[in-house]
């Protein structure tokens, strides 16, 4: 086997069972497969220097072609309602013919660490067929030292071959594209894709199988730490702001996606940002804007401009969810170890388009609970087709898709977690005041920003707080800084009879969403439970 580049392991492939390959690159730098990907993968060069590639039929995570091997350590752990199981042997048949595909084929690989946290760091092997998908993860994932790298011994093994192309019946899965995870044996294997997501989320997923079993909480959020190692903790789904609001030039970013909490604080799973390109802007978010306009960045579905080579972020003809790729080090004020200390607060983000939730409340551990376990957020009409009124979305963990355990799981460890280092929990409603979607009108910024700065400094511990007769939780009644008339949603409602229908009909959803996990909670979860019949006392 011909191989080149740096730091060669002396653990190499042929140890994951792949022969007769052509070749197989090692770590190579972002020049290098810059050219390979240019001249042999259709990538184009940009303007500024990042590298634009299209992924073709698949735009997007295929998350109906995920599947998990159902064996004896896996048959009780996996949250199964989540997951869509495969046979032990239907894995090995599709490992071997897999195997049998790369032959002849030169092949890229990376060694690199998922997890900035030195006790808990997975030593990860990412072998890809296309140069650029090396270039992604090296962007994503945590680069080792060169003496790191020399003695590489991978614990974990990604393969993504896009030109395999699966076989459902020989296979055990649903199409030709397939994404499978061997949680025991520590492979996931991708075929018939091109989309860079599958592999950067297939970490995660292994992440959130593995760690809970160690007691650290894996967590789909961003942080950012202040200048006294006080470290705060986002959550929120697409759309509620969880990006812009961590991103604070007074505090330090930590990350923007997947995290890890452990007995020796937070720390970033990755090494880098896979942020949304569509509508991007120098003025809303110079910060993206600006690192992704560096050689090294790698950007997804972004159409240029066939002259000037001008990337033109408007333009959604391939698809809305245009990406780019690059390292955490492109954006200033960003963390360089990944890691910072125990959180003081944890902020739950959700953009309500019913117009219901006030701008902040305080949550208690079981609350918190509760609010984390439901992952509320809400569509607006006119989003998607057929959605014309708001639209309820639960999505538990704030971040289902890649929840590897059961959702009771990963809220009992943080309400730990929460008791232990004595967090402070808020729910930051930045969605809409003064009516719902469509009659109200989004929460202005600048009030956010100082609702939760005044939650960071610890100055909403001085202020007064109202028992919200719907949701049981302490809301602010004045904050230095911020217009009062916001902090009350009814009040701002012209028709307070329509607030309470509205409250009510979000209550029921809540508590119809939470069915599901009240045989795995303690009573006291379940009584977090917004209610209507208190309302009405």
């Given at each position: 086997?011909?191989?080149?580049?740096?730091?060669?392991?002396?653990?190499?492939?042929?140890?994951?069972?792949?022969?007769?390959?052509?070749?197989?690159?090692?770590?190579?730098?972002?020049?290098?497969?810059?050219?390979?990907?240019?001249?042999?993968?259709?990538?184009?060069?940009?303007?500024?220097?990042?590298?634009?590639?299209?992924?073709?039929?698949?735009?997007?995570?295929?998350?109906?072609?995920?599947?998990?091997?159902?064996?004896?350590?896996?048959?009780?752990?996996?949250?199964?309602?989540?997951?869509?199981?495969?046979?032990?042997?239907?894995?090995?048949?599709?490992?071997?013919?897999?195997?049998?595909?790369?032959?002849?084929?030169?092949?890229?690989?990376?060694?690199?660490?998922?997890?900035?946290?030195?006790?808990?760091?997975?030593?990860?092997?990412?072998?890809?067929?296309?140069?650029?998908?090396?270039?992604?993860?090296?962007?994503?994932?945590?680069?080792?030292?060169?003496?790191?790298?020399?003695?590489?011994?991978?614990?974990?093994?990604?393969?993504?071959?896009?030109?395999?192309?699966?076989?459902?019946?020989?296979?055990?899965?649903?199409?030709?594209?397939?994404?499978?995870?061997?949680?025991?044996?520590?492979?996931?294997?991708?075929?018939?894709?091109?989309?860079?997501?599958?592999?950067?989320?297939?970490?995660?997923?292994?992440?959130?199988?593995?760690?809970?079993?160690?007691?650290?909480?894996?967590?789909?959020?961003?942080?950012?730490?202040?200048?006294?190692?006080?470290?705060?903790?986002?959550?929120?789904?697409?759309g509620t702001g969880k990006t812009t609001l961590s991103a604070d030039p007074k505090r330090v970013l930590v990350g923007d996606d997947e995290h890890g909490w452990s007995e020796n604080g937070v720390f970033n799973f990755e090494g880098g940002c896979y942020a949304k390109m569509i509508n991007l802007s120098s003025e809303a978010e110079p910060e993206i804007y600006s690192a992704i306009q560096r050689f090294g960045a790698v950007l997804e579905n972004v159409v240029l401009d066939p002259q000037t080579r001008e990337p033109d972020f408007t333009d959604n003809s391939l698809t809305e969810n245009t990406r780019g790729a690059y390292p955490l080090s492109f954006i200033p004020n960003a963390s360089e170890t990944g890691r910072a200390g125990h959180p003081k607060n944890i902020i739950m983000l959700t953009?309500?388009?019913?117009?219901?939730?006030?701008?902040?409340?305080?949550?208690?551990?079981?609350?918190?609970?509760?609010?984390?376990?439901?992952?509320?957020?809400?569509?607006?009409?006119?989003?998607?087709?057929?959605?014309?009124?708001?639209?309820?979305?639960?999505?538990?963990?704030?971040?289902?898709?890649?929840?590897?355990?059961?959702?009771?799981?990963?809220?009992?460890?943080?309400?730990?977690?929460?008791?232990?280092?004595?967090?402070?929990?808020?729910?930051?409603?930045?969605?809409?005041?003064?009516?719902?979607?469509?009659?109200?009108?989004?929460?202005?910024?600048?009030?956010?920003?100082?609702?939760?700065?005044?939650?960071?400094?610890?100055?909403?511990?001085?202020?007064?707080?109202?028992?919200?007769?719907?949701?049981?939780?302490?809301?602010?009644?004045?904050?230095?800084?911020?217009?009062?008339?916001?902090?009350?949603?009814?009040?701002?409602?012209?028709?307070?009879?329509?607030?309470?229908?509205?409250?009510?009909?979000?209550?029921?959803?809540?508590?119809?969403?939470?069915?599901?996990?009240?045989?795995?909670?303690?009573?006291?979860?379940?009584?977090?439970?917004?209610?209507?019949?208190?309302?009405?006392?």
């Open positions: 086997m011909k191989q080149t580049g740096l730091n060669i392991s002396k653990n190499g492939i042929d140890k994951q069972g792949f022969t007769n390959v052509a070749a197989a690159h090692w770590n190579y730098r972002p020049a290098k497969l810059f050219e390979e990907a240019i001249r042999n993968e259709g990538a184009e060069m940009s303007a500024s220097g990042a590298l634009v590639v299209r992924t073709g039929e698949h735009t997007g995570r295929s998350a109906q072609d995920k599947f998990v091997v159902k064996d004896e350590k896996t048959e009780k752990a996996v949250w199964w309602d989540n997951s869509k199981p495969i046979t032990q042997e239907q894995f090995d048949v599709l490992f071997k013919d897999m195997l049998k595909h790369a032959e002849g084929k030169e092949l890229f690989v990376q060694d690199l660490f998922g997890g900035a946290d030195l006790d808990y760091r997975l030593p990860t092997r990412v072998v890809t067929e296309l140069a650029w998908h090396s270039a992604f993860i090296q962007n994503l994932l945590i680069e080792p030292t060169p003496e790191e790298l020399r003695d590489f011994d991978p614990k974990f093994l990604i393969v993504n071959l896009p030109s395999f192309r699966a076989d459902p019946a020989r296979h055990g899965c649903r199409t030709e594209t397939v994404i499978a995870c061997n949680f025991t044996q520590r492979i996931v294997l991708i075929g018939g894709t091109s989309y860079a997501g599958e592999t950067k989320k297939s970490v995660f997923s292994m992440l959130n199988y593995e760690l809970p079993e160690k007691n650290v909480m894996p967590m789909h959020c961003s942080i950012n730490v202040g200048e006294h190692n006080d470290s705060a903790i986002f959550f929120g789904l697409s953009a309500d388009a019913f117009g219901v939730l006030p701008p902040i409340a305080k949550l208690t551990p079981s609350q918190a609970m509760y609010h984390f376990l439901s992952g509320y957020t809400a569509k607006v009409a006119g989003t998607e087709k057929g959605v014309t009124e708001p639209e309820a979305t639960f999505s538990t963990c704030f971040g289902a898709p890649f929840m590897s355990r059961h959702p009771s799981e990963y809220g009992n460890l943080l309400r730990k977690l929460i008791a232990e280092h004595n967090v402070d929990c808020w729910l930051v409603n930045t969605g809409w005041t003064g009516g719902a979607y469509g009659v109200g009108q989004r929460m202005p910024i600048r009030e956010t920003r100082a609702l939760l700065s005044a939650a960071l400094d610890g100055s909403l511990a001085g202020v007064d707080f109202r028992f919200d007769p719907f949701f049981g939780f302490q809301v602010p009644t004045s904050v230095p800084g911020v217009d009062t008339s916001i902090l009350n949603p009814r009040e701002t409602w012209a028709d307070k009879e329509g607030y309470d229908k509205q409250a009510a009909k979000l209550v029921g959803m809540f508590i119809e969403n939470f069915r599901k996990f009240e045989d795995h909670v303690d009573p006291d979860v379940r009584d977090a439970a917004p209610a209507p019949a208190r309302a009405a006392q």
